[in-house]
């Protein structure tokens, strides 16, 4: 079979030893790191990513197959580092002040991670003030935020404020997501886009940033 595959095919079972293994022996053939990245790693979580969605699998699997998936990112990231591999993009995330649920925001950043996305994970309970300071500061294109509570809704509204305050509308994108939130809301906050689940969010964000 051919490496590439086995590697995918590994990390959709959530082998992390295996995918850890055919990293490493794709890496010692001298595969490109990017190649083992985009055909091997990202490959599978994409499939993980799509049955996730059609509600094939569920939670423990996804996070099965993310552990999977950084053992074969942990042999790569070296070897990033020393090529300057550009990432496809860096996007800030974090669940609202007032909120302290993030199972969700957490599944998101996961799956961003599997789709070659750079992340900072600013936790719960973030202030509006902080989601804009760290993407201005990262540089970072895109702001997601969630929330589990309709009653911290205002702490969305607020970080989009900040952002045509300063006059980063252009700049800095936001995404919104959780359980109370819907289009019409997202539409009504001025908020860019709207994830309706996790596999829905990192494919907005991908089209977001033209990836």
């Known amino acids: 079979m ?16 295996k995918v850890g293994e055919l990293t490493q022996k794709a890496i010692d053939e001298g595969m ?14 994409n499939v993980i990513g799509k049955r996730f969605r059609d509600h094939e699998i569920f939670l423990p699997h996804v996070l099965l197959s993310a552990r999977a998936m950084y053992a074969g990112m942990d042999l790569l990231r070296p070897l990033f580092l020393r090529d300057e591999v550009p990432s496809a993009g860096k996007v800030v995330l974090g669940t609202v002040q007032g909120d302290l649920h993030d199972i969700g925001k957490n599944l998101v950043g996961i799956m961003l991670k599997g789709a070659g996305f750079e992340i900072v994970d600013l936790g719960k ?13 990262e540089g970072a294109s895109i702001i997601g935020m969630s929330t589990l509570l309709t009653t911290t809704a205002p702490g969305m509204v607020r970080v989009i404020e900040i952002i045509n305050e300063r006059g980063l509308g252009d700049k800095i994108k936001t995404i919104v997501g959780g359980a109370p939130v819907s289009q019409d809301m997202a539409d009504t906050i001025g908020a860019d886009a709207y994830g309706y689940d996790a596999a829905n969010a990192v494919e907005t964000i991908k089209e977001m940033v033209g990836v």
């Open 32 to 45: 490109e790191p990017k190649v083992i990245l985009d055909d091997g790693l990202i490959a599978g979580m």
């Open 2 to 17: 051919d490496l590439l595959k086995e590697i995918s095919e590994s990390l959709q079972k959530g082998d992390d030893a």
């Open 125 to 137: 309970d973030v202030a509006p003030e902080v989601f804009v300071d760290t993407a201005e500061k």
